[in-house]
T-cell receptor, first 118, second 114 residues
Framework: NAGVMQNPRHLVRRRGQEARLRCSPMKGHSHVYWYRQLPEEGLKFMVYLQKENIIDESGMPKERFSAEFPKEGPSILRIQQVVRGDSAAYFC????????????????FGEGSRLTVL | AQKITQTQPGMFVQEKEAVTLDCTYDTSDPSYGLFWYKQPSSGEMIFLIYQGSYDQQNATEGRYSLNFQKARKSANLVISASQLGDSAMYFCAMREGRAQKLVFGQGTRLTINP
């Protein structure tokens, strides 16, 4: 499967624990995006990364949340000291290039990681 | 201000009928892109159709077409000959200028009745 791979698909944590969500972009894609979806709501942008660089983190909460996309390996979204309000589906998406005449800027999404905080 | 507005929380349509899902957007950038995604109950996000702000014609992809009215800033999705498998959440999204991220609307839950 050459699509965007996210794991784990489901994660249960108790309040105060840490959650780590992983995302491997599609082959050949160097841009990764993280979105959060609360039940019955749309996707909210969190952060946009390229290899070893955070390009846009305007949607990231100021505390407890961090993201990285190292030179080797998957992108990681890390949530420290989780609270019940962090329960959501977290989607990763990737894209190959900057938008241009040959590229619509479509994002290719993974199947999401569903975090439940008890 | 909301960048993307979907005013229909839910829609119910009889199988084989056509359905229009509304989407309005707000931007001052002359260059932008509009997208529709489908999210079935299984949760994945499926890309349906794209319209660029400079495209002269409305986009079409099989049974999906995008009714792009630039002056009204609307980008409604039209699904012809609806099928039971079309039941899902539908999200409209916009990319502005050279920005990479997509901004999503709240979504419309479409239910197709047999």
């Amino acid at each position: 499967n050459a699509g965007v791979m996210q794991n784990p698909r489901h994660l249960v944590r108790r309040r105060g624990q840490e959650a780590r969500l992983r995302c491997s972009p599609m082959k050949g894609h160097s841009h990764v995006y993280w979105y959060r979806q609360l039940p019955e709501e749309g996707l909210k942008f969190m952060v946009y990364l390229q290899k070893e660089n955070i390009i846009d983190e305007s949607g990231m909460p100021k505390e407890r949340f961090s993201a990285e996309f190292p030179k080797e390996g998957p992108s990681i979204l890390r949530i420290q000291q989780v609270v019940r309000g962090d329960s959501a589906a977290y989607f990763c998406a990737s894209s190959p290039l900057l938008p241009g005449t040959a590229n619509t800027g479509e994002l290719f999404f993974g199947e999401g990681s569903r975090l439940t905080v008890l | 201000a909301q960048k993307i507005t979907q005013t229909q929380p839910g829609m119910f349509v009889q199988e084989k009928e056509a359905v229009t899902l509304d989407c309005t957007y707000d931007t001052s950038d002359p260059s932008y892109g509009l997208f529709w995604y489908k999210q079935p109950s299984s949760g994945e996000m499926i890309f349906l159709i794209y319209q660029g702000s400079y495209d002269q014609q409305n986009a079409t992809e099989g049974r999906y077409s995008l009714n792009f009215q630039k002056a009204r800033k609307s980008a409604n999705l039209v699904i012809s000959a609806s099928q039971l498998g079309d039941s899902a959440m539908y999200f409209c999204a916009m990319r502005e200028g050279r920005a990479q991220k997509l901004v999503f609307g709240q979504g419309t839950r479409l239910t197709i009745n047999p």
